[in-house]
């Protein structure tokens, strides 16, 4: 699932050598954290955080067959 959102990311942004994706697990549910360069913030957001909710929406359609809960936090 991070190899999932580590390519949907890097294609999104100018700089993929800037994406930084750290997982956190629990019993049933994983933290992405994702750090991309600040140039790039906007993409991965989107207009009115619509690019951030689709990504968001993709992990957890393939999460929810793995049975865990997924979130996402982008950080600066």
Not at 10 to 21: A, F, G, H, T, Y
Not at 42 to 71: C, N, P, Y
């Amino acid at each position: 699932m991070k190899d999932m959102l580590e390519v949907l990311i890097k294609n999104l942004v100018d700089d993929p050598e800037e994406v930084s994706i750290t997982e956190n697990t629990n019993a049933k549910s994983i933290c992405y954290e994702v750090k991309v360069a600040k140039n790039d913030m906007g993409k991965v957001i989107g207009k009115q955080g619509k690019m951030a909710k689709a990504i968001r929406s993709i992990v957890k359609a393939v999460a929810i067959k793995e049975h865990k809960k997924v979130t996402i936090e982008f950080l600066d």
